[in-house]
């Protein structure tokens, strides 16, 4: 079964700074997504990536199968960025449903 | 295009109730899944319905279950209603089956707070 692992758990940055996310899981997975949450529960899917990278405004997703790692950047942080990024990866390899999510990293990000 | 719905927002119940959460998934997408997010477990998969048929299932107690109608929208029950059931649902539907390769869409969740 798929384990999948986020640091840091919190991150606070001054508007303008570059952030880096991680998240690492233990089985080989078809496709991994980025979440976002925002203080009131809803999210929003970010990226689902199966390889290379993914880019959209001032976020960007890369995918590292063969290491089974994957990062999160937020160039040009703002305080509007501040939010929960979950990573999710499903269980089993191979596996269509049941992902697995990791526990969140809150980002805090400071005018 | 209308995003995910979820009724009811906020639902307060006893112990020892049953509760009745409603997902309308976005128009076309036949695959809805549903998910369980409390702070100390996070997020956690419940199930996921595709063509009013369940393809997954978390690990959960047999409290909850769940259908999905022709017409894609679904439903989730649990009962006997514990204090640890109290958490934010959340039902995401996508275009086709298997959440794990598709993305997902998500409803603003039903927060249940279980007295």
């Known amino acids: 079964k798929n384990e999948v692992e986020q640091s840091p758990q919190n991150l606070t940055a001054q508007e303008g700074e570059f952030i880096t996310i991680n998240c690492s899981y233990s089985v080989g997975i078809s496709a991994l997504h980025w979440l976002q949450q925002h203080p009131g529960g809803g999210i929003v899917s970010l990226f689902m990536l199966s390889s290379g990278k993914k880019k959209h405004g001032r976020l960007i997703a890369t995918i590292n199968i063969q290491e089974k790692h994957s990062s999160l950047h937020i160039t040009a942080s703002h305080p509007r960025d501040s939010a929960v990024y979950i990573c999710a990866a499903p269980a089993l390899i191979g596996s269509q449903g049941n992902l697995i999510f990791g526990k969140g990293t809150k980002l805090s990000v400071k005018p | 295009k209308a995003g995910v719905t979820q009724t009811p927002r906020y639902l307060i119940k006893t112990r020892g109730q049953q509760v009745t959460l409603s997902c309308s998934p976005i128009s076309g997408h036949r695959s809805v899944s549903w998910y369980q997010q409390t702070p100390g477990q996070g997020l956690q998969f419940l199930f996921e319905?595709?063509?009013?048929?369940?393809?997954n299932k978390g690990n959960f107690p047999g409290r909850f279950s769940g259908r999905q109608f022709s017409n894609s929208r679904s439903e989730m029950n649990v009962s006997t209603l514990e204090l640890g059931d109290s958490a934010l649902y959340l039902c995401a539907s996508s275009l086709v089956k298997g959440s794990g390769t598709d993305t997902q869409y998500f409803g603003p969740g039903t927060r249940l707070t279980v007295l």
């Open positions: 319905y595709f063509s009013e048929t369940q393809r």
